[in-house]
């Protein structure tokens, strides 16, 4: 099943697909062959040396396909799980297209694609992560807001003595609000659109004070906080809920999931999570499980904020070893389906990965985080912009057992929908006043979906 309206590609070059094909990817991959070389020149044994040589060579090929606009061929069988999944996609819509031809979002999944597979195809390199060292060094460089949060909310959330009451629920109901929008606005520090950013410039992404959140509220275009504060308050009287997030970008935003998630368990309007990241480094900042890893035992064991206080060390750490013991529990879980790494639509879910669709369609709200997510839900394509959420993801909502979904996305990218009857004129106006405000960062969407029961 299609939408109506064309999906963007990179030769239309009023979209940012032109310049994202043409000049960002092309950027990305060029960093990444630094990294690797920075690695190579760490080692000593022979046999490591020649084969990560090798991991080289194939990204220096993909470059070369990559600018010459190659066609795009299939994956060669690398062991991963996807493979059959995208040649299957290859062959059936993308046979003869090229990088600029095909539709933006699957030539551009397609590159991290090709990337995984000239580690994948190693011996030694199978694992490495051309990513890492950025991801973990803009965590690093996060230290002011990292500290807000732990020392605000590493004690547990006080309860109210007694049975709940109206204030109780409205105070609840305040922090449900501000830490949604924590969780939000943790995805505007994005990597792949934000290289070489100022430690300053990171800090204004970052606004987690109560005035800074009330302030960009009005940026947020699509606003369904109301409508989400009523299904999870429904969970608390059946004794909390199953709520899953589909997670973005490692480091930072994690940590603002976490946080949230953190208190959807603690205030007992959900009693298990489940996120669901990456199987291998996508999209330059995507959660892996290695990053998962990472950030915990870097918050209860690393040395990563010299210059940070005792207090918020304590709090930083006291932080990591409850979200540990969750994991312990198994009260969150850590998921990695193949399907979350191919070049398909989330239109194509429950008929691509019937088995996702059906564990997603047991939970009782699927949180979406980010922009490609966001662009995965809604076909990526040139959909209006009061074209109602629901619609504009088609079979995730409309299909036989489609969950309660929510999109958290800042917008980075050209399709934007669920702006209400006036969204056209909305987006008409934001044109010709602020042009670039969809790739700024500076705007997002909160936007919601019933679903369908089963
Ligand atoms: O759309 C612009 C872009 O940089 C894409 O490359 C990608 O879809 C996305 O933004 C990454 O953002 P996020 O991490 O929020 O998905
Ligand atoms: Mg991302």
Same mark, same amino acid.
């Given at each position: 099943?299609?939408?109506?309206?064309?999906?963007?590609?990179?030769?239309?070059?009023?979209?940012?697909?032109?310049?994202?094909?043409?000049?960002?990817?092309?950027?990305?991959?060029?960093?990444?062959?630094?990294?690797?070389?920075?690695? *190579?020149?760490?080692?000593?044994?022979?046999?490591?040396? @020649? $084969? #990560?040589?090798?991991? !080289?060579?194939?990204? &220096?090929?993909?470059?070369?396909?990559?600018?010459?606009?190659?066609?795009?061929?299939?994956?060669?069988?690398?062991?991963?799980?996807?493979?059959?999944?995208?040649?299957?996609?290859?062959?059936?819509?993308?046979?003869?297209?090229?990088?600029?031809?095909?539709?933006?979002?699957?030539?551009?999944?397609?590159?991290?694609?090709?990337?995984?597979?000239?580690?994948?195809?190693?011996?030694?390199?199978?694992?490495?992560?051309?990513?890492?060292?950025?991801?973990?060094?803009?965590?690093?460089?996060?230290?002011?807001?990292?500290?807000?949060?732990?020392?605000?909310?590493?004690?547990?959330?006080?309860?109210?003595?007694?049975?709940?009451?109206?204030?109780?629920?409205?105070?609840?109901?305040?922090?449900?609000?501000? *830490?949604?929008?924590?969780?939000?606005?943790?995805?505007? @520090? $994005? #990597?792949?659109?934000? !290289?070489?950013?100022? &430690?300053?410039?990171?800090?204004?992404?970052?606004?987690?004070?109560?005035?800074?959140?009330?302030?960009?509220?009005?940026?947020?275009?699509?606003?369904?906080?109301?409508?989400?504060?009523?299904?999870?308050?429904?969970?608390?009287?059946?004794?909390?809920?199953?709520?899953?997030?589909?997670?973005?970008?490692?480091?930072?935003?994690?940590?603002?999931?976490?946080?949230?998630?953190?208190?959807?368990?603690?205030?007992?309007?959900?009693?298990?999570?489940?996120?669901?990241?990456?199987?291998?480094?996508?999209?330059?900042?995507?959660?892996?499980?290695?990053?998962?890893?990472?950030?915990?035992?870097?918050?209860?064991?690393?040395?990563?904020?010299?210059?940070?206080?005792?207090?918020?060390?304590?709090?930083?750490?006291?932080?990591?070893?409850?979200?540990?013991?969750?994991?312990?529990?198994?009260?969150?879980?850590?998921?990695?389906?193949?399907?979350?790494?191919?070049?398909?639509?989330?239109?194509?879910?429950?008929?691509?990965?019937?088995?996702?669709?059906?564990?997603?369609?047991?939970?009782?709200?699927?949180?979406?985080?980010?922009?490609?997510?966001?662009?995965?839900?809604?076909?990526?394509?040139?959909?209006?912009?009061?074209?109602?959420?629901?619609?504009?993801?088609?079979?995730?909502?409309?299909?036989?057992?489609?969950?309660?979904?929510?999109?958290?996305?800042?917008?980075?990218?050209?399709?934007?929908?669920?702006?209400?009857?006036?969204?056209?004129?909305?987006?008409?106006?934001?044109?010709?006043?602020?042009?670039?405000?969809?790739?700024?960062?500076?705007?997002?969407?909160?936007?919601?979906?019933?679903?369908?029961?089963?």
């Amino acid at each position: 099943q299609n939408p109506p309206w064309p999906a963007f590609r990179g030769y239309h070059e009023y979209s940012f697909a032109h310049a994202t094909m043409g000049h960002r990817l092309p950027t990305i991959l060029g960093k990444a062959v630094d990294d690797v070389i920075r690695t *190579l020149n760490e080692q000593s044994s022979e046999e490591e040396v @020649t $084969d #990560l040589v090798q991991c !080289i060579e194939r990204m &220096e090929d993909l470059m070369t396909n990559l600018s010459g606009n190659a066609k795009l061929r299939y994956i060669v069988d690398d062991g991963e799980a996807d493979v059959a999944l995208w040649n299957k996609e290859i062959a059936k819509y993308f046979q003869g297209k090229t990088f600029m031809n095909a539709p933006w979002l699957v030539a551009e999944a397609y590159k991290y694609r090709r990337l995984r597979e000239c580690f994948a195809v190693s011996k030694y390199w199978k694992e490495y992560d051309v990513f890492f060292r950025q991801k973990c060094d803009t965590f690093s460089r996060s230290q002011d807001a990292v500290f807000e949060l732990s020392t605000r909310f590493a004690e547990p959330f006080e309860k109210s003595p007694g049975a709940p009451n109206e204030n109780a629920l409205e105070r609840e109901r305040l922090m449900f609000t501000e *830490l949604t929008q924590v969780c939000l606005w943790g995805n505007s @520090t $994005d #990597l792949s659109l934000l !290289i070489d950013m100022t &430690e300053e410039q990171i800090k204004r992404l970052q606004a987690t004070s109560v005035e800074q959140l009330a302030r960009t509220e009005k940026n947020i275009l699509d606003n369904s906080l109301p409508l989400l504060w009523d299904t999870v308050k429904s969970l608390k009287d059946q004794g909390g809920g199953r709520i899953d997030f589909v997670l973005d970008n490692a480091g930072f935003e994690l940590y603002c999931d976490f946080v949230y998630a953190d208190f959807l368990i603690q205030s007992g309007l959900a009693r298990e999570i489940r996120f669901h990241g990456k199987k291998y480094p996508w999209f330059v900042s995507d959660v892996t499980r290695k990053d998962w890893n990472w950030l915990l035992n870097t918050m209860v064991y690393g040395h990563l904020f010299p210059t940070a206080s005792e207090v918020e060390l304590r709090s930083l750490k006291k932080l990591g070893l409850r979200w540990k013991e969750y994991e312990k529990q198994g009260i969150w879980v850590y998921e990695q389906h193949p399907f979350w790494c191919t070049g398909f639509t989330y239109w194509d879910l429950h008929s691509e990965a019937p088995d996702l669709f059906l564990h997603l369609s047991k939970s009782d709200l699927l949180i979406f985080k980010g922009d490609l997510n966001h662009r995965k839900l809604t076909y990526d394509c040139q959909a209006p912009a009061s074209t109602p959420f629901p619609v504009a993801i088609g079979p995730m909502s409309s299909a036989a057992g489609a969950p309660k979904i929510c999109s958290l996305r800042t917008i980075k990218s050209d399709v934007v929908v669920g702006l209400g009857d006036k969204g056209d004129e909305i987006a008409e106006r934001l044109d010709k006043e602020e042009p670039g405000w969809k790739i700024s960062g500076k705007y997002a969407v909160v936007s919601f979906s019933e679903g369908r029961p089963g």
